[in-house]
C-alpha cells in the first residue's frame, strides 16, 4: 500500500536528550513536510522540503533539526534545545511543493518528556 | 489579517441536519482548496479539494468555493454522529513566506445523535 509510515507511535525523552522521529513515504512525493500539533491547537509547521537535500526552515523550526538525503525519507531531530517538546508530531508529503496538490498525513508521532 | 481563518466552534447540529463549515482566505489568487477531517487523536485525512468556481459534490459532502468573495465552504448532509470531528482548510497563498499550503486552524464538529 502505497503511504506515509511515521514511527515510532509513542516516544519519551529524557532531559537533555536528543530524539528522532522517522518518516518514510511510498508516493513518490517530492515534497515533504513536519508539523507540530499542541493539544487542541491547529498545524504549526516546523520545516519542510520541496526536494531532496534541501529544506526551508518553518515557523517553529527552533529546537528541531532536519535532513532529505533521500527522496523517500525525511527525519525529524528533537534536540535538547527545545524546552517544550511535548507535542503530536506530524509528518506529510505532497506530490509537488507548489500548494496545488494536496498534502496527505502519515499517522503521527506522539512525543513525551520522562 | 490571517492568511485563512475559520471558527474555532464547537458548531453543533442535530443528527440528519446539515452542518455548514466557513473558511476564509486572504489570497485572491489563491487556486487550490482542501479540506480535511481530523477525528480527536488522530491524523488529518483529505476529504475534499476544489479548485473552480461553484460547487463540488461527493456523497454526502459538497464543497462550495467563491472566489470574489474569498471563501470556500463545506456542507455536509444528513450529518451523522461519525462527523463529529474537526475540520480543517488548506489553501494555496502565493506570498506565504513558508510553504504554499496553508491551514487553518479547524472547526470542531459535534453531531448530536
Known amino acids: 500500500d502505497g503511504g506515509i509510515t511515521q514511527s515510532p507511535k509513542y516516544l519519551f525523552r529524557k532531559e537533555g536528550q536528543n530524539v528522532t522521529l522517522s518518516c518514510e513515504q511510498n508516493l513518490n512525493h517530492d515534497a515533504m513536510y513536519w508539523y507540530r500539533q499542541d493539544p487542541g491547537q491547529g498545524l504549526r509547521l516546523i520545516y519542510y522540503s520541496q526536494i531532496v537535500n534541501d529544506f526551508q526552515k518553518g515557523d517553529i523550526a527552533e529546537g528541531y533539526s532536519v535532513s532529505r538525503e533521500k527522496k523517500e525519507s525525511f527525519p525529524l531531530t528533537v534536540t535538547s534545545a527545545q524546552k517544550n517538546p511535548t507535542a503530536f508530531y506530524l509528518c506529510a508529503s505532497s506530490a509537488t511543493g507548489t500548494g496545488n496538490q494536496p498534502q496527505h498525513f502519515g499517522d503521527g508521532t506522539r512525543l513525551s518528556i520522562l | 489579517q490571517k492568511e485563512v481563518e475559520q471558527n474555532s466552534g464547537p458548531l453543533s447540529v442535530p443528527e440528519g441536519a446539515i452542518a455548514s463549515l466557513n473558511c476564509t482566505y486572504s489570497d485572491r489568487g489563491s487556486q487550490s482548496f482542501f479540506w480535511y477531517r481530523q477525528y480527536s487523536g488522530k491524523s488529518p485525512e483529505l476529504i475534499m479539494f476544489i479548485y473552480s468556481n461553484g460547487d463540488k459534490e461527493d456523497g454526502r459532502f459538497t464543497a462550495q468555493l467563491n472566489k470574489a468573495s474569498q471563501y470556500v465552504s463545506l456542507l455536509i448532509r444528513d450529518s451523522q454522529p461519525s462527523d463529529s470531528a474537526t475540520y480543517l482548510c488548506?489553501?494555496?497563498?502565493?506570498?506565504?513566506?513558508?510553504?504554499?499550503?496553508?491551514f487553518g486552524k479547524g472547526t470542531r464538529l459535534s453531531v448530536i445523535a
Open positions: 488548506a489553501v494555496n497563498i502565493r506570498y506565504s513566506g513558508n510553504t504554499p499550503l496553508v
